[in-house]
């Protein structure tokens, strides 16, 4: 297991984990990784650390022989899908996602503008400890470039829409600002945006896109009478969605919508544990098949890959569409759902509607880094020993203990922050919140 990646790259408080030392370091390995030439794409989010974080990664790069192409301030799909476009060897990614502005972090594309697997970090990881520099005669170059029009104009084309569309879009002050209500303008939309002008600071909500945070879109929704607020988080790999009545729409709900509108008779779509079971029930029913994995768009991509599966999301609101790329984009998924009222011919109220309402509670506890395995040891442990008519205890990621009547309780780590986890779900709410209170008891 390495040691400075998590689920999502390497992340952490900045100035604190997330130095420039640090920083220079992995763009030197990165260097180092690639065989000491070659070109790297860099882009950053909109926190106030971006730039100092993203000088430290050039440096280390260009002194391992690396040539730089810089994007600006880009969402984190627009950086992967120009480390494809302009046949990079790696784009890099300087963002902590959904994390508070202190954070920062680091993650890495392929050229395919995949994200690394943990097999190409530890690789990586590896080279970031024997890391050299080129002679000076070999130091790389940068080169400025405009990436976010040729990423609208490929979106634009890959995904159109019918009709226009009434739309409030919540950019959260983070790197879709500048591409997103640009975009669904240019798609036909009458757009009205929300938080859309860039600030490290997040002024306008906190960057998780919940129901708690998007309150205000929720309102300016209802006030307007629009048809649809969406909303991303930091970096724009995420959605989420509130409906034509103002309403949050709950993520296993939207993801149940968009799987059952995307995935045909024997086709595979791929989500995560934590995922409700209303996602299979949907799937099912159309005569697909789903297929689940560890949380993490990384795992989604890669699961998907191997598959062959025709879509991948996770609760969280990171969605990957393999036939446009394997990058999770908050920008396609905006896009998505418009195409989804077009073709249904209904609104999102409607839809959301028809999807069941299994309750689902999810709860976080605090709990230091270092002490994440031994608790977790500890409670398996306590599950096998303690509990009663339980039907499946799976492993795949955390602990996801099934119990005899359908409900469940996952019990993990969380792979960027210092939390535990718990999700459960049950075809009452107070059974959820049973399952719930039991896992705290066996963590405790
Ligand atoms: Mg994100």
Redesign the pocket.
Known sequence: MSKLFGT?GIRGVVNVEIEPSLALRVGLGIATHLGNSGEVVIGRDTRVSGEMIECAVISGLLAGGCDVIKVGVVP?PVLAFGTRKLGASAGVMI?A??NPPEYNGIKCWDEEGAAFTPESEEALEKKIDEAKVVEWRRIGKIREKEIALQYEEWAKDLFPLEREHEVIIDCGNGAACSVTPHLLREMGCKVTSLNSHPDGLFPGRGLEPTPEHLQDLAKIVRSTGAEVGLAH??????IAAIDDRGRFVPQDKLLALISTYLVERGEIMVTTVDASRVVEDFIEKKGGKVVRTKVGDVSVAQTLRKTGGKFGGEPSG?WIFPNAHLA?D?LLSAIMILRMLDATGKRLSELVEEVPEYPILRKKIPCPQERKPEVMKNFLTRVKTELRRVSEIQTVDGVRTVFDDGSWVLVRPSGTEPYIRITSEAHERKIAEERIDMALKLLK
Do not use: E, L, Q, V
């Open positions: 999502s984190t963002t996602s959904h988080d930091g970096d724009a790999d995420r990171s999770p908050g």
